[in-house]
């Protein structure tokens, strides 16, 4: 059963959807995965953990949007979470993304987050998008930069410390891009 | 967009709703204080917002969570009450603060008797524990006039707190407890003796 009123997106190979109870155990593994989880915020413990996927629900509920549960079509795994992350303290939204362990190399990040982007600025009517990733975390940096964002400013983010902002491009410059990420849409 | 499905429960002078955005001010502030030194307090404004979306993700997560305790007329907010049961907690706790302003008038003792009776009553609980730091004497002494009583063979949630043990149902509903209870919740809506003043010496 869906825990917010998040919709439901489609890609080719993924549903974005509402966090659910079936996703708090996979969650909570990532999150206590102090190697995995280190650029993203590990928890100390499970309580931690529990919490970080309880608050994404209640930021659902407070802005409108959040973290997306990714899912597999084809198996129903859930694969990791992409959303739009704006609690109080942050410099602004952001586009975030977690890859869990065994889903990672097959760029369904990549696929997440230029739906989750097109989402951000066709339905929500965001008008810029951010990333913050923590210095030398470098997959999420290439990850980045192959969405078309590029870094902006360092600076200290209230949770993660040392911050490095990357800006992504706007909403006419993001549009025109099919969900795998070729240009084709403009030949 | 509101948290789904929680139920509202009116007593003599409050009404709890769940948890809205609107309402996260006061928390905000509240936990910003030393107030909350004994839950897990003072947080900084990151720390609160993120406590105060689990409040929300809490209720849809579990079916239960937190109340926010407003004024029955005046629609202000008093502070929380209700169920919390996270996943380091042992196990399900009745919970309150009241924002440091609005204490000493009976708020905690009003909600909470109201929500522990909607968890029995309504959810069919066989019991709960209010967790509760040593040095945190208003609630010890709440817990107490709740008619709670320290279990020290309880499991506790990381060692540094007390357990409180609520009556059951059957023993709440037997004897002169609730009766009790609501003696002293009515005496905090219609004192039957208001000094005029204090002697000076």
């Known amino acids: 059963m869906p825990l917010t009123n998040a919709p439901t997106l489609a890609t080719s190979r993924l549903i974005l959807r509402s966090p659910e109870a079936r996703d708090i155990e996979p969650m909570i593994a990532f999150l206590l995965d102090q190697d995995r989880a280190a650029g993203f915020g590990a928890a100390p413990n499970r309580g931690e953990a529990w919490r970080w996927f309880a608050l994404n629900v209640g930021h659902w509920h407070i802005h409108g949007y959040g973290y997306f549960a990714i899912e597999i079509k084809d198996t129903g795994d859930t694969a990791g979470i992409c959303g739009i992350w704006n609690p109080e303290g942050w410099p602004e939204p952001e586009i975030g993304w977690v890859v869990f362990d065994g889903f990672e190399g097959r760029g369904i990040a990549h696929e997440a987050a230029q739906r989750v982007r097109r989402y951000a600025y066709g339905d929500l009517g965001l008008t810029t998008l951010t990333s913050n990733i923590v210095p030398g975390n470098v997959r999420s940096i290439a990850l980045a930069e192959r969405l078309g964002a590029w870094f902006e400013r360092e600076y200290d ?31 | 967009m509101p948290t789904q499905n929680i139920p509202t429960l009116e007593t003599r002078r409050l009404v709890l709703r769940g948890p809205e955005a609107a309402d996260y001010p006061n928390f905000k502030a509240t936990f910003s204080s030393y107030r909350s030194r004994f839950m897990g307090g ?117 060692g540094n707190d007390a357990v409180y043990r609520h009556p059951s149902p059957d023993t709440l509903k037997s004897g002169q407890l609730s009766d009790g209870i609501e003696l002293e919740i009515n005496h905090y809506c219609d004192p039957l003796f208001k000094p005029k003043g204090f002697a000076i010496d």
């Open chain 2, 42 to 158: 003072p947080l900084n404004a990151y720390e609160a917002w993120m406590l105060y979306a689990a409040e929300i993700g809490h209720w849809n997560i579990r079916g239960y969570g937190m109340w926010m305790i407003h004024d029955k007329d005046t629609d202000e907010t008093y502070g929380m009450a209700g169920g919390w049961f996270p996943a380091a907690w042992p196990e399900r706790e009745l919970a309150w603060i009241i924002w440091p302003d609005k204490a000493g008038h009976g708020y905690a003792l009003e909600a909470t008797h109201a929500a522990r009776r909607y968890f029995y009553e309504d959810l069919g609980w066989d019991g709960a524990v209010s967790y509760i730091d040593p040095k945190n004497l208003d609630s010890i002494r709440l817990a107490e006039r709740l008619g709670a009583e320290k279990d020290h063979a309880a499991a506790t949630i990381d």
């Open chain 1, 157 to 187: 983010n209230v949770h993660m410390g040392r911050d490095r902002l990357y800006r992504h491009p706007g909403p006419d410059m993001a549009d025109g891009r099919d969900d795998d990420g070729s240009v084709e849409a403009y030949a």
